[in-house]
């Protein structure tokens, strides 16, 4: 494998990849794929650099201590890499994206110092988001993954441990943060009546502080559901149910509000 003269290689991929250049290193060939030009900006605390091959043109640059390898074709793009400590934890991730064809999905690996797989996915239509933040209050940067699943917004989340690896995986529906690691998860239980929970971060537990059942057309709260079916799959009212004697405390007609 030819390098340019005066030039070192940092890092090269797999076959199914293309050679990832750092800084002043730029590959002139790899695989056979022939190097024609190239174009490089270097910065303070940034640089980036696209080498054109055929049939690929790869995009290298980073910023912020991450370095994001883009290769597309015939102007689309095929595959993207993140790579850095994503997670602010110390630690090297690599987030590698593949895009099929149609762009209707993505797959997505997310790797730990290169070689330990974490955890794979698919971005479909109805991904929203995907976002690194300490959810569950213990200190540790966490990967949440936000969908849109009929009138319902679900929350995938990945609880990281100190070691750099996912301890846990959680699925909440129209997560609603709180204070001091509260939140509200809510959804639909039957027509017209929407099931609270409030509920505390506990590390990698959840613990369960309130249940509520809210019947939207009377703006009543009842401890078991106010609807029933009977057997004639007919929805009926639970004879059991008594409204609560107090409103509605604020936050559950904010998480309410937002979904």
Known sequence: MDVNNGCTEDEITDRNSVTIAYRDSLLSRYDGLKYFSYTKSVGDDSYSMEIETFPDTISVSEENGIRYTVIKRNG????????GDLFSNGRIYCKHSEYNDSCLSTKVTWFLDDTIKLLSY??????IKDSIYDINYDGVNDLVLTYSIGSSTNSDIYLFGHNGMVLREKVLRNYFPLLDGEFIQS???????VFFQKLKWNELQIDTLEQIYYDVADKRSYIVPPLEIDENGTYVKNKEAMPINKMLDKCYLNALSKY
């Open 122 to 127: 698919e971005e479909t239509a109805a991904f």
């Open 187 to 193: 959804d639909s239980y039957r027509s017209g009546i």
């Open 76 to 83: 689309l793009v095929l595959d993207v890499r993140q790579k």
